[in-house]
């Protein structure tokens, strides 16, 4: 037997412990959720990566009107397609909006393509969870909840738009990607209960301190990042790309907190790491999530080091932000693994 979705092993494993041998359609059903559960977080990350690249690029605006573009499904791909009067028809706020970009109107289409993709996509994978509403109710609950937090990131999106880039509601839509990606992790690995070893952690309560400090203190640094972000884009408008060079001196008082904070959460994650190799199993899985944060981190230091002194290179900022979001996801995978006993183990379907 090898279906597509599910082997032997897994279907043995799962025989074993009697779950569902009576139904192997409902196996089935679990392993595509468990499969497209994946698919949908890894779609989530590339919606971060190119909502990035939007912003670096300046193409926040490149459509100015939602959910249409320039009142047309398909963007124009020039200016004589649009009315000579376009900036005052598609004013914002009672502003003219910028000079047509092509460039830009595009970016943030495929911006807005990729964000209904991920919609679907989530959908979907609430659709799926049904198949686990007998045996864990809880998956089902998170898989629909971040359906709900896709809607609300709409929303957002459209306010984000109408407000011409607000930075406050910048920093919430950042806030609301991440607790959707949050969602989906800890309902996807819900749904592995029963299939996944994780090591035991010795002084699970000390390890637990740090990687929930450390957690915080990432999601900290994180949001002081979408600031600065924000700050440049404030900078942009009045210093312009020719003095580029300038930008990071003018970035204000959030900019050198950032900075700083980095040697915090630097310290605080070495500690971390240090306290998983001595606490649990050489190889373990627990160990490889600490080493791939570890290593997120230090690539993240670097681009941040390279952004500030380099005047702040167009591409590195979305792969920034991208590793910031990386690492929050990492971390809360470290904090379900080192929980796991406690999570899952006395609820094993």
């Known amino acids: 037997m090898n279906v597509y979705f599910i082997n032997y092993q897994q279907f043995k494993k799962l025989a074993v412990v009697g779950v569902f041998t009576n139904n192997i359609d409902f196996i089935i059903m679990d392993a595509i959720y468990r499969k497209f559960g994946i698919t949908t977080i890894i779609t989530v990350y590339l919606l971060i990566l190119v909502g990035g690249i939007v912003r670096s690029t300046g193409s926040g605006m490149g459509c100015p009107d939602w959910p249409k573009c320039f009142g ?3 963007p124009p791909t020039d200016i004589s397609e649009l009315p000579e009067d376009y900036k005052t028809i598609y004013a914002i706020q009672g ?4 000079d ?10 495929v911006n807005r393509l990729l964000g209904a993709l991920t919609g679907l996509f989530i959908l979907i994978t609430a659709v799926l969870s049904v198949s686990f509403w007998k045996k864990d109710k809880i998956i089902t609950i998170l898989s629909f909840l971040a359906l709900i937090g896709v809607l609300i990131q709409a929303w957002l999106g459209a306010k984000v738009v ?7 509601m910048i920093t919430i839509h950042m806030i609301m990607a991440l607790v959707i990606v949050g969602l989906l992790i800890y309902a996807v690995v819900r749904s592995y209960n029963g299939l996944l070893n994780v090591e035991k952690v010795i002084n699970s309560s000390k390890v637990n301190l740090i990687a929930f400090a450390s957690a915080g203190i990432a999601f900290t640094q994180l949001i002081l990042g979408t600031q600065v972000r924000e700050n440049i884009d404030s900078v942009a408008k009045t210093l312009g790309e020719n003095l580029r060079s300038e930008w990071i001196e003018n970035l204000g008082m959030t900019f050198y907190i950032h900075r700083s904070f980095s040697i915090l959460v630097l310290l605080l994650h070495v500690t971390l790491i240090y306290m998983i190799w ?3 199993s050489k190889n373990g899985r627990i160990q490889k999530l600490g080493k791939s944060l570890l290593a997120i981190l230090i690539i993240e230091v670097i681009t941040g080091v390279i952004m500030a ?3 702040i290179p167009k591409s590195l900022q979305p792969v920034h932000m991208l590793l910031a979001s990386v690492a929050l996801g990492i971390h809360i995978l470290l904090i379900l693994f080192i929980n796991f006993d406690f999570l899952f183990r006395k609820k094993e379907i």
């Open 278 to 280: 001595k606490n649990t």
């Open 95 to 98: 502003r003219e909006i910028a």
């Open 309 to 311: 002194y380099f005047a």
């Open 162 to 168: 109408a407000t011409d880039l607000h930075e406050g």
């Open 100 to 109: 047509f970009n092509a460039v830009h109107t595009w970016i943030e289409y």
């Open 72 to 74: 047309q499904y398909i």
